[in-house]
């Protein structure tokens, strides 16, 4: 057959090419944060943390840190004690005297702060102020003027003890030579410096009360005064008790520079009146 004219089909028209797309913007990189206020202070410990979370075997490094943590608090502790027992070797009222223990409350400062951030008070404190200033600063005034009490009545008994009345009037001996006011500073700074060191950078754990209290314990007998030691485990479990119930160490600070101001001003003189017996009781 042949096909009729006109009856062959026309071509369809080719498709338009569709338009090309533009490319879109390239995206800019964002700005490279800087490091915030907190990081810029951290610590040496925190510093040593971070790089170590940041690298290749973070674990390795970061259990690296731990030991290095403790090694700083450790030389700090055995730096403290035998600038403890030096300032209890020299004649009270000296400039030597003096710079021992000024130097001693910097090292616990120091070894405190360089360990890491210490925390003052818990969430609690910070965001009432009622509840803040009741915990922070009434409680731990009337607890050090307590403690000041229950130290006060046992002293009116033990200093008619020949033996005791001396071991205890060998230490006050140092709060009555020379300056009263720098040794009352002294002993304020050194106060809230423990405080940092004992119940802040060595406070970790789940006995950080019984361990914070024999480590305080062991840095008072480098004095080679029992008297000291036991006062020193009285107050630390009466600062632990405050650390732990606040969640900072402004409490145990407070209370700790109250205790230490009243104890110089008001035991002395117990122990050098010489009209006084002894023997007596």
């Not at 055995?78 to 000296?94: E, H, I, P």
């Not at 818990?122 to 409680?139: E, F, G, K």
């Not at 305080?216 to 030691?229: E, I, K, M, R």
Request: charged share 15%.
């Amino acid at each position: 057959m042949t096909p009729r004219r006109g009856s062959a089909r026309k071509p369809s028209p080719a498709p338009k090419p569709s338009p090309a797309r533009k490319p879109s913007p390239a995206r800019k990189p964002s700005p490279a944060r800087k490091p915030s206020a907190v990081a810029s202070k951290a610590s040496p410990a925190s510093r040593l943390r971070t790089l170590a979370a940041s690298t290749p075997g973070a674990v390795a490094r970061l259990r690296g840190t731990d030991w290095f943590n403790a090694a700083w608090l450790g030389t700090t502790g055995l730096s403290a004690a035998a600038l403890l027992r030096s300032s209890f070797a020299v004649k009270a009222g000296s400039t030597r005297f003096y710079l021992l223990t000024a130097t001693l409350a910097g090292t616990w400062t120091g070894g405190a702060l360089g360990a890491g951030p210490i925390p003052w008070c818990d969430s609690d404190c910070r965001d009432d102020p009622a509840t803040a200033a009741r915990t922070l600063v009434i409680v731990p005034v009337v607890t050090g003027a307590a403690t000041f009490a229950v130290f006060y009545g046992a002293a009116r008994v033990v200093c008619h003890h020949r033996v005791l009345r001396r071991i205890i009037g060998g230490v006050l001996h140092y709060a009555e030579a020379g300056s009263t006011p720098l040794v009352m500073l002294i002993a304020s700074g050194s106060g809230v410096a423990e405080e940092l060191y004992f119940r802040g950078a060595l406070w970790t754990g789940p006995h950080a009360l019984r361990s914070t209290t024999a480590a305080y314990a062991a840095s008072t007998a480098a004095t080679g005064n029992p008297a000291l030691v036991l006062a020193g485990l009285i107050t630390s479990v009466i600062f632990g008790w405050q650390r732990e119930s606040t969640g900072g160490v402004l409490a145990p600070a407070i209370t700790h520079v109250t205790w230490s101001a009243l104890m110089l001003r008001y035991l002395p003189p117990l122990f050098r009146d010489p009209h006084r017996s002894p023997d007596q009781g």
